[in-house]
């Protein structure tokens, strides 16, 4: 059974701070790790990594992917409110053409 | 540009009553997939679907049905509604291959009393 492991579950920071998500991961036929960002309503997508060691970025927001360890993690730099959201990591299956997803980290950023 | 529409957007059923939750994509996607979402909690798969006229069980399906007629709509029901089934419903679509990243809809918020 395919699996995602998000940690931790909840996160409480200050303006300006550097905060670091974690996603461990169990799936047969990996292809590919997605990050989504969910406000109040739809997810939406962040990046999508598929090799090892290769950063993607995006403005204050960058993350990377360890195929051999099984893991990808998620960096914001200088926090802002805006960016308290729950952030979500989903693993496809392509055989089965579904994704599990993580059940998110809760990050709060307070001014 | 619509993308993922979801319907209605909050309703509150009583115990026993159906109801049908429409989603519709004009992205020409192959793939669709309903989810819900508990309070503190990621996205678990109902059901989805790989095509038009396809449809396969994700890991929470019990107390759900789901079609796929038309390849832009997917269609939930519920058919004997229980407060356990009470939570936000996502929608979702993705283009081929499927590890590609999934367009949500805005969610419909459903109580069940």
Same mark, same amino acid.
């Given at each position: 059974? $395919?699996?995602?492991?998000? +940690?931790? @579950?909840? @996160?409480?920071?200050?303006?300006?701070?550097?905060?670091?998500?974690?996603?461990?991961?169990?799936?047969?036929?990996?292809?590919?790790?997605?990050?989504? %960002?969910?406000? %109040? %309503?739809?997810?939406?997508?962040?990046?999508?990594?598929?090799?090892?060691?290769?950063?993607? %970025? +995006?403005?204050?927001?960058?993350?990377?992917? $360890?195929?051999?360890?099984?893991?990808?993690?998620?960096?914001?730099?200088?926090?802002?409110?805006?960016? +308290?959201?729950?952030?979500?990591?989903?693993?496809?299956?392509?055989?089965?053409?579904?994704?599990?997803?993580? $059940?998110?980290?809760?990050?709060?950023?307070?001014? | 540009?619509?993308?993922? &529409?979801? &319907?209605?957007? =909050?309703?509150?059923?009583?115990?026993?009553?159906?109801?049908?939750? /429409?989603?519709?994509?004009?992205?020409?996607?192959? !793939?669709? !997939?309903?989810?819900?979402?508990?309070? #503190?909690?990621?996205?678990?798969?109902?059901?989805?679907?790989? #095509?038009? #006229?396809?449809?396969?069980?994700?890991?929470?399906?019990? #107390? !759900?049905?789901? *079609?796929?007629?038309?390849?832009?709509? =997917? /269609?939930?029901? /519920?058919?004997?509604?229980?407060?356990?089934?009470?939570?936000?419903? =996502?929608?979702? *679509?993705? *283009?081929?291959?499927?590890?590609?990243?999934?367009? =949500?809809?805005?969610?419909?918020? /459903? *109580?069940?009393?």
């Amino acid at each position: 059974e $395919d699996k995602v492991v998000q +940690s931790p @579950l909840s @996160l409480v920071v200050h303006e300006g701070d550097t905060v670091t998500l974690n996603c461990s991961y169990e799936v047969t036929n990996f292809r590919s790790l997605l990050w989504y %960002k969910q406000e %109040k %309503k739809a997810p939406t997508f962040l990046f999508m990594l598929t090799s090892s060691g290769i950063e993607k %970025k +995006s403005g204050r927001l960058s993350s990377i992917l $360890d195929k051999k360890e099984l893991f990808s993690i998620l960096n914001i730099t200088a926090t802002q409110t805006g960016d +308290s959201a729950v952030y979500l990591c989903a693993v496809p299956n392509t055989n089965a053409g579904k994704s599990t997803f993580g $059940d998110g980290t809760t990050l709060t950023v307070k001014p | 540009n619509a993308g993922v &529409t979801q &319907t209605p957007k =909050f309703r509150v059923l009583k115990t026993g009553q159906s109801m049908t939750l /429409l989603c519709a994509q004009d992205m020409n996607h192959e !793939y669709m !997939y309903w989810y819900r979402q508990d309070p #503190g909690m990621g996205l678990r798969l109902i059901h989805y679907s790989v #095509g038009e #006229g396809t449809t396969a069980k994700g890991e929470v399906p019990d #107390g !759900y049905n789901v *079609s796929r007629l038309k390849k832009q709509n =997917f /269609l939930l029901g /519920l058919e004997s509604a229980a407060p356990s089934q009470t939570s936000v419903y =996502f929608c979702a *679509s993705g *283009s081929q291959p499927s590890n590609q990243p999934q367009h =949500f809809g805005d969610g419909t918020r /459903l *109580s069940i009393l």
